[in-house]
């Protein structure tokens, strides 16, 4: 059953290992889209 109040979890898996974990979205907006840019070499 979901949890509307729980903390979103985001975690990002590269060649079978984690390499960024982060909860809530400013985790994801502070942490986790810079790290996909640079894994990926996306610009914003």
């Known amino acids: ?4 109040d ?5 975690i990002l898996a590269q060649d ?3 390499i960024l974990a ?3 979205n400013g985790g994801w907006k ?3 889209v810079p790290k996909l840019q ?3 070499g996306a610009k914003a």
Do not use: H, L
């Open 30 to 32: 502070d942490k986790m």
């Open 38 to 40: 640079e894994v990926t």
């Open 1 to 4: 059953m979901a949890r509307p």
């Open 22 to 24: 982060v909860t809530g």
């Open 16 to 18: 079978g290992k984690v």
């Open 6 to 10: 729980a903390t979103p979890r985001f």
